[in-house]
């Protein structure tokens, strides 16, 4: 669990290394670390599940490196790690390959997939001295793809302020510069929060979309009050002005909207991080697709998090409770959480994302892409409530 004074793993680079077994991915990490993270050795498979570390890297600033087990892992298990590998790639901000030999073919099919992904691919060539084939494998490289590796060694650390170079300069646009709430509020703009403290919420803290957004606020220099539900029109009756905007909890959406000040704008942490994490657009348009369900419906629910399932869960428990109420009891609701989210959505007539707080972008958004290609309409949490109670097109949308 990250410390209360870390970056979230959400907000980290995330940096994977891949290649084949042996081809001193954890010598690398260890060595760009400065730590001995991951297990080395001569036994091929030595890494199994990915392994992530979280870090410092200057001038890129809170990283997750991401060592990965080989993709030619020929043991027992190893298509369940080569899933879980997958995994690690649609979550990966720029990737890292390690090349052992001319025999790249393994290499440049993943190269091709990280490609589609728009990921940027640094080449490395590890272990350089013990090693004078380096030029050979480097030309190769070039005839197939144009570009040339970074010749590193782990046990020297040759090569590796050239990697860190690499990595700045493939930065992907506008990384960290996104704002959650973009212009939506001001310098001394009054911002509510409504925040209802209930079994969902953790004690003693906030969870952490509120603490982000109130973060932001604070570095925006805005006016904030923050409430929990019970409070909330007593709050506003203390006010000799309404709030610019009022962020809540998407489960009481229709409470807070009924009694807010008509110059109030509304919208909820969970589209905040639909807008910050996904596709806004691509997520109101599956909101609509809620009109064309049925009871005969199948609808995925994919919740980030991977917590034991509490009373009154607003994935598990209310939004199956608000489209059955709607729908019949028959409709088909499959939940999954963690990474486990189904390759074939075609069996399904609508997927529904939590806010993904607890995962970067780059795979919220290959979820995304997944739904996308498969013309499967995809929402948020808080889009879908708003939608059921009536109020999306009243909700404001960061821009």
Same mark, same amino acid.
């Given at each position: 669990?990250?410390?209360?004074?870390?970056?979230?793993?959400?907000?980290?680079?995330?940096?994977?290394?891949?290649?084949?077994?042996?081809?001193?991915?954890?010598?690398?990490?260890?060595?760009?670390?400065?730590?001995?993270?991951?297990?080395?050795?001569?036994?091929?498979?030595?890494?199994?599940?990915?392994?992530?570390?979280?870090?410092?890297?200057?001038?890129?600033?809170?990283?997750?490196?991401?060592?990965?087990?080989?993709?030619?892992?020929?043991?027992?298990?190893?298509?369940?790690?080569?899933?879980?590998?997958?995994?690690?790639?649609?979550?990966?901000?720029?990737?890292?390959?390690?090349?052992?030999?001319?025999?790249?073919?393994?290499? /440049?099919?993943?190269?091709?997939?990280?490609?589609?992904?728009?990921?940027?691919?640094?080449?490395?060539?590890?272990?350089?001295?013990?090693?004078?084939?380096?030029?050979?494998?480097?030309?190769?490289?070039?005839?197939?793809?144009?570009?040339?590796?970074?010749?590193?060694?782990?046990?020297?650390?040759?090569?590796?302020?050239?990697?860190?170079?690499?990595?700045?300069?493939?930065?992907?646009?506008?990384?960290?510069?996104?704002?959650?709430?973009?212009?939506?509020?001001?310098?001394?703009?009054?911002?509510?929060?409504?925040?209802?403290?209930?079994?969902?919420?953790?004690?003693?803290?906030?969870?952490?979309?509120?603490?982000?957004?109130?973060?932001?606020?604070?570095?925006?220099?805005?006016?904030?009050?923050?409430?929990?539900?019970?409070?909330?029109?007593?709050?506003?009756?203390?006010?000799?002005?309404?709030?610019?905007?009022?962020?809540?909890?998407?489960?009481?959406?229709?409470?807070?909207?009924?009694?807010?000040?008509?110059?109030?704008?509304?919208?909820?942490?969970?589209?905040?991080?639909?807008?910050?994490?996904?596709?806004?657009?691509?997520?109101?348009?599956?909101?609509?697709?809620?009109?064309? /369900?049925?009871?005969?419906?199948?609808?995925?629910?994919?919740?980030?998090?991977?917590?034991?399932?509490?009373?009154?869960?607003?994935?598990?428990?209310?939004?199956?409770?608000?489209?059955?109420?709607?729908?019949?009891?028959?409709?088909?609701?499959?939940?999954?959480?963690?990474?486990?989210?189904?390759?074939?959505?075609?069996?399904?007539?609508?997927?529904?994302?939590?806010?993904?707080?607890?995962?970067?972008?780059?795979?919220?958004?290959?979820?995304?892409?997944?739904?996308?290609?498969?013309?499967?309409?995809?929402?948020?949490?808080?889009?879908?409530?708003?939608?059921?109670?009536?109020?999306?097109?009243?909700?404001?949308?960061?821009?």
């Amino acid at each position: 669990m990250a410390g209360l004074n870390e970056t979230p793993s959400g907000n980290r680079l995330h940096i994977g290394v891949f290649g084949k077994t042996n081809s001193g991915k954890s010598s690398f990490i260890n060595r760009f670390s400065g730590q001995n993270i991951s297990i080395v050795a001569n036994v091929a498979g030595t890494t199994t599940d990915p392994v992530y570390k979280a870090m410092e890297v200057y001038p890129l600033g809170p990283c997750t490196l991401i060592d990965t087990a080989g993709f030619d892992d020929a043991t027992e298990l190893g298509e369940e790690r080569l899933e879980k590998t997958r995994i690690a790639a649609e979550k990966t901000d720029i990737a890292i390959i390690l090349l052992v030999d001319t025999d790249m073919d393994e290499e /440049l099919h993943w190269y091709e997939q990280f490609k589609e992904k728009k990921t940027p691919v640094i080449w490395v060539i590890g272990k350089a001295d013990i090693r004078n084939d380096t030029e050979k494998i480097n030309e190769t490289l070039y005839q197939q793809t144009g570009q040339r590796a970074i010749v590193i060694s782990a046990a020297t650390g040759d090569g590796m302020d050239q990697v860190r170079k690499e990595l700045v300069r493939n930065l992907p646009e506008q990384y960290g510069a996104s704002s959650i709430l973009r212009e939506l509020v001001t310098k001394g703009d009054l911002v509510m929060l409504v925040m209802p403290q209930d079994i969902q919420a953790p004690k003693g803290r906030l969870i952490l979309p509120q603490v982000q957004t109130l973060r932001e606020l604070l570095d925006k220099k805005c006016l904030v009050m923050s409430v929990t539900t019970d409070q909330y029109v007593e709050a506003l009756s203390h006010l000799t002005e309404a709030p610019k905007l009022i962020i809540t909890d998407s489960q009481v959406f229709a409470y807070v909207y009924e009694h807010k000040p008509k110059k109030s704008m509304l919208t909820s942490f969970s589209v905040l991080f639909a807008a910050h994490k996904g596709d806004i657009e691509y997520y109101i348009e599956g909101a609509n697709a809620i009109g064309k /369900l049925n009871g005969e419906s199948h609808v995925l629910i994919a919740e980030c998090c991977t917590h034991a399932p509490l009373k009154e869960d607003i994935g598990r428990e209310k939004i199956p409770k608000m489209l059955r109420k709607r729908y019949g009891e028959n409709m088909t609701i499959d939940i999954v959480s963690g990474t486990d989210f189904p390759d074939d959505l075609q069996g399904y007539d609508l997927v529904i994302q939590c806010g993904g707080c607890m995962f970067n972008r780059k795979y919220i958004m290959s979820r995304i892409d997944h739904a996308k290609e498969q013309q499967i309409p995809m929402t948020n949490y808080g889009v879908v409530i708003a939608y059921l109670t009536g109020i999306l097109d009243k909700v404001v949308i960061p821009d």
